[in-house]
């Protein structure tokens, strides 16, 4: 799977829109959450869509080029972005190798976010949580004098921190109160990993639920064969999604 750096921005664009269309279709995404991407040749821009659900996307009329400096749009005169920029900025100011990220607020992962419970990966489609397990971001460790309690992560310190939870190779980062953030190095990457972070949540979940004293996770070397396990295999199910959102009405991709 080649990184965004080795494709056209016209190519780009057309995945972006088909991307958000199946992180919509796979409810990783409702009408909040956003993916976006790092420019292939400008690495200190990235893009996102304007300030509208993911499902809707449909032109590159409607994506937004940003500084990832300070997540302000290339063009000044641009219209409304989406208020959590900074997630994005963040994360692509502090690691060269991540070209996609995702922030979601799926159902199935919050709890995860507020009960002391890791999760960690139980199958073998969600190595990349680690054996550890994602961490937990934590806004309020980050708040400032000034700074809303929305618990939206509305500025640089603040995306910051959050950034700052991914060092030492993590792919996911579970927020309080909040949902998930993903990275990788590609679009389709980083599609898959929202869609396994939100199944395996499922899946342990079911698991808590039933267990009498014992539950299996994947072991440290498990995690790492089953992650390059998806690497290398992720045109598959891109391939079955895409098919999927354009056999769907809804999902309208003009680029």
Known sequence: MPDNSTL?????????????HILHQQNVLDAYGHLSFRHPTEHSHFFMSRYIAPGTISSPSEIIEYHVSNAEPVDPNETKGYSERHIHSEIY???DSVHAVVHSHADAVVPYTVSGVPLRPVFHMAGFL??????VYDISDYRRDGDKFDMLVRNEHLGKGLAEHFDGGVGVVLMRGHGFTAVGGSMEEVVLRSVYTMKNAGIQ????????????YLSEEETIGSTEMTQSTVTR???????EVEADNLYVNNA
Request: proline share 5%; aromatic share 14%; glycine share 10%.
């Open 8 to 20: 056209s921005l016209r190519t780009l664009f057309s995945t972006f829109i088909t991307g958000s």
């Open 93 to 95: 100011k502090r690691f």
């Open 130 to 135: 680690r054996a550890v397990g994602a961490p």
């Open 205 to 216: 979940t079911a698991a808590l639920t039933q267990r009498a004293a014992w539950l299996g």
């Open 237 to 243: 199910p891109w391939g079955l999604w895409v098919r």
